[in-house]
């Protein structure tokens, strides 16, 4: 099993990059990640990058 770390804090770039804190409960929201912490995600297997764009556009 994989993890990730978010930032700290979003920097609001357009699109959102992909280790922004947003990003990643947007996907663990979606049942792509798993929350272990405040700041660390994990996942079994990549999320598809459709996915990962929906999350990322504002």
């Known amino acids: 099993m994989a993890s990730m770390k978010a930032k700290k804090k979003c ?9 922004c804190p947003v990003v990643l409960k947007r996907l663990a929201d979606a ?14 297997a990549k999320p598809p990058k459709p996915a990962v764009a929906a999350a990322r556009s504002r």
């Open 31 to 44: 049942g792509l990640l798993e929350r272990e912490s405040k700041r660390r995600y994990s996942f079994d």
């Open 11 to 19: 920097c609001r770039d357009r699109p959102r990059c992909k280790v």
